[in-house]
């Protein structure tokens, strides 16, 4: 097995050449007059949605230099906004807010029931989106890491079998001229 380092040099070479096809971009948009460039990307590798940033944003007061940001789809969103309402947390809290709403109007309960339930359901929404954000951002570290380290551990495998090939017995030049 004197080139048992081209199999693992052949799959460093393919997983570093897979790297550019990770991301597919998509179309972009600018906004405030041309001063914040969106430009729409897809993670081939998990399959998310994925939005980089440049330039001033005036609504949020903050300059962009390529960040990117997650973006969740809507039935995502949806799908984890019933999960936490279904915590017994939640259910407790807005059956709490549904027993005020029922209260007579003379009390002012009703009113201001309504609004807190309005405002529980846009802080779960809340809540539903960032922790999305989060865990897209863990996938896509595990998706860098797990390939970092497959290009490391071919590479060092292939580094050994040169180096255990060229250091072999066999591979030593033996001299057949008898010793003077």
């Not at 393919?14 to 007059?33: H, I, M, S």
């Not at 359901?121 to 998706?143: D, F, G, H, P, V």
Request: with cysteine; hydrophobic share 45%.
């Amino acid at each position: 097995m004197k080139r048992a380092w081209i199999i693992p040099a052949v799959m460093c070479l393919l997983l570093l050449a897979a790297w550019p096809f990770r991301w597919e971009k998509g179309p972009t948009q600018t906004v405030n007059n041309g001063a914040l460039k969106i430009v729409h990307l897809r993670d081939h590798w998990t399959g998310q949605a994925w939005v980089a940033l440049y330039g001033y944003d005036a609504v949020n007061n903050r300059l962009y230099s390529g960040e990117m940001v997650p973006v969740p789809s809507q039935a995502d969103i949806a799908k984890r906004k019933e999960q936490i309402l279904a915590s017994p947390e939640e259910v407790k809290k807005v059956a709490e807010l549904r027993k005020r709403l029922t209260l007579p109007a003379i009390s002012g309960g009703g009113e201001e029931a309504e609004w807190e339930i309005q405002k529980e359901e846009e802080r779960i929404e809340s809540t539903a989106r960032s922790e999305l954000k989060c865990w897209a951002w863990r996938k896509r570290n595990i998706a860098t890491e797990i390939w970092a380290g497959l290009v490391a551990l071919s590479a060092l495998m292939a580094v050994i079998l040169v180096v255990h090939t060229s250091r072999s017995p066999r591979n030593q030049e033996v001299s057949t001229l008898p010793p003077q």
